[in-house]
């Protein structure tokens, strides 16, 4: 009852994908058994203090055969049986999706490779149908990272070099989170995403929408986003070819959230993020603009909300 408190968008007790609710059913089952054998542990120490006639005792020969060979092997071979099954990867299916997600210093590049959406780049939101299979082939271009959503299922190392995959499938539609789980640097606390399960028709739509160009905008926001150099790090598909060395941010205003699953998205958040990103962010790679008025700052973030 108490671990139901755990419950929530980043816990493995709300789970939301077959590999997830294996791994929920599993760990009860663990915890369960290893209850039952403490309780009985208890019992029998209750048993021996309460009972005068220990000098006496005979058969301990049999309950270290029993207690410490027979049922201890029985139990492994018991554990081995049912997990093994369970260790076997989904395989990717015909219809699904294929996300390749990059673990950068310190955000998520996140770029479909299938559907309507080939090619089209993301960062730090992962949108999946529910009820298709996805497979994630996970990278990352220098340091070590481990990519994680609890509700949806295991950890799998993003290593430098090689590509790891894992292939998921989510049962329900939700709004959910996953983090880094693998010390990566100064911010690896501040390395979350949000995951969002969609019902298939949705998640089409939203890719569709997604491949689009960005939205037409009002405001100096995108002439200062250019004069600031932005672009050289950014970029906004059919206003700043750009260079995608940060986040690709052509849909950044129809975001859950921003840096990384850290902060709202919100004007005042965005424009502070702008001048001064390591006070956020500590390792971050995006420079400083301390020096950038307010007021510039303020429109670049007016600009990029607009961009939906
Ligand atoms: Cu990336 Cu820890």
């Given at each position: ?117 080939a090619g089209v780049e993301t960062a730090n939101e992962i949108r999946i149908p529910a009820g298709r299979a996805v ?19 295991g950890k799998l190392d993003m290593i430098p070099g090689r590509t790891n995959v894992l292939t998921v499938l989510a ?138």
């Amino acid at each position: 009852m108490l671990l139901g408190g755990c419950a929530g968008v980043q816990s493995t007790f709300s789970t939301f994908g077959t590999e997830a609710e294996a791994l929920r059913a599993l760990g009860g089952g663990m915890f369960a058994a290893a209850a039952l054998i403490t309780l009985g542990v208890l019992a029998l120490a209750w048993h021996a203090v309460r009972t005068d006639e220990g000098l006496d005792f005979h058969g301990g020969l049999r309950i270290v055969l029993w207690l410490g060979a027979i049922v201890p092997t029985l139990l492994l071979t018991a554990l081995l049986v049912v997990s093994l099954p369970r260790m076997e990867p989904l395989s990717a299916a015909e219809d699904g999706v294929e996300i390749a997600v990059d673990g950068e210093q310190f955000w998520w590049r996140v770029s479909y490779r299938s559907g309507a959406g080939a090619g089209v780049e993301t960062a730090n939101e992962i949108r999946i149908p529910a009820g298709r299979a996805v497979t994630f082939e996970l990278e990352s271009p220098d340091v070590i990272h481990s990519f994680w959503i609890p509700g949806l299922a295991g950890k799998l190392d993003m290593i430098p070099g090689r590509t790891n995959v894992l292939t998921v499938l989510a049962t329900r539609v939700g709004s959910f989170r996953g983090a880094c789980a693998e010390f990566c640097g100064l911010s690896h606390a501040n390395m979350a995403f949000d995951v969002i399960a969609l019902e298939p028709d949705d998640f089409d739509r939203w890719l569709a929408r997604l491949a689009r160009p960005a939205a037409a905008v009002t405001g100096d926001g995108r002439r200062l986003f250019d004069e600031y150099g932005c672009p050289a790090c950014h970029v906004v598909r059919g206003h700043h070819p750009g260079t995608p060395i940060g986040p690709d941010l052509t849909h950044f205003g129809s975001r859950v959230s921003f840096a990384a699953g850290t902060l709202p998205l919100e004007i005042g958040a965005v424009s502070a993020f702008l001048r001064d990103p390591a006070a956020r962010k500590p390792g971050v790679r995006m420079p400083s603009f301390v020096d950038m008025p307010e007021r510039d700052a303020n429109a670049i973030a007016a600009y990029l909300l607009e961009l939906r």
